[in-house]
């Protein structure tokens, strides 16, 4: 058993992260940096279908950063971040529970 973040996560939640996810992706890719933490994380999201998602601290780390850089960027654009501000809300809340290492 090894402790995770637990973040309860919707389909929209979902969404979001790896539209974010798939930003992060492509500047990494872009600079020559190592994608595969980011390729990992955004597969696992893909074949997520549980209602509680459990993050190591590198993915945490991870999707804070994506949502962060997606929301500057719609700030930058002028538009609504809302929506990403109420995940990004839940993420920096989740807590450290245990569970089984997949």
């Known amino acids: 058993m090894e402790k995770?973040?637990?973040v309860k996560m919707d389909e929209i939640m979902?969404?979001?992260l790896i539209v974010a996810l798939r930003d992060v992706f492509r500047?990494?890719?872009?600079?020559?940096?190592?994608?595969e933490e980011t390729r990992n994380l955004t597969m696992k999201l893909i074949d997520y279908e549980d209602t509680k998602l459990f993050l190591a601290?590198?993915?945490y780390r991870?999707?804070?950063e994506a949502l962060n850089k997606l929301r500057n960027t719609?700030?930058?654009a002028g538009r609504y971040s809302d929506g990403i501000d109420v995940v990004f809300c839940k993420l920096l809340k989740a807590k450290y529970?245990?569970?089984?290492?997949?």
Do not use: T
Request: hydrophobic letters at 25%; one cysteine or more.
């Open 62 to 64: 991870k999707a804070i």
């Open 57 to 59: 601290d590198n993915e």
């Open 97 to 102: 529970k245990r569970c089984k290492v997949r």
């Open 4 to 6: 995770q973040r637990c």
């Open 27 to 35: 500047e990494e890719k872009a600079k020559g940096m190592s994608v």
């Open 74 to 76: 719609y700030l930058d």
């Open 14 to 16: 979902k969404n979001m």
